[in-house]
């Protein structure tokens, strides 16, 4: 999906801030694999839920995926995780 997050960087994202900057609304993007560290990996569920819990607006793309499919994260039990969790 190289080629589609190269057009919402490059023409969705800059005119949907052009858009809501009239409306004092403020679009920042967050790609959930930038910034996890080769150390952070075994955090990289917990990280990327953090973001989606600041977050007052979720757009998410997802598309298929080959390779490694990592383990159940091991997530803190804190309220804002409960969400995740499978309901009993």
């Known amino acids: 999906m190289h080629s589609e997050r190269d ?25 959930l694999r930038w910034g996890v560290t080769e ?10 839920l953090s ?3 600041r977050s ?6 997802l598309g298929e995926r080959y390779g490694q499919v ?7 039990d804190l309220p804002q995780y409960s969400w995740v969790r499978p309901m009993e």
């Open 39 to 48: 150390e952070e990996s075994e955090r990289a569920a917990e990280l990327c």
């Open 51 to 53: 973001e989606v819990c």
């Open 70 to 76: 990592p383990p159940k994260p091991d997530l803190p």
């Open 7 to 31: 057009i919402l960087v490059q023409s969705i994202f800059p005119e949907l801030r052009r858009r809501a900057a009239p409306h004092c609304l403020y679009l920042q993007e967050v790609e």
């Open 56 to 61: 007052q607006m979720l757009v998410g793309i």
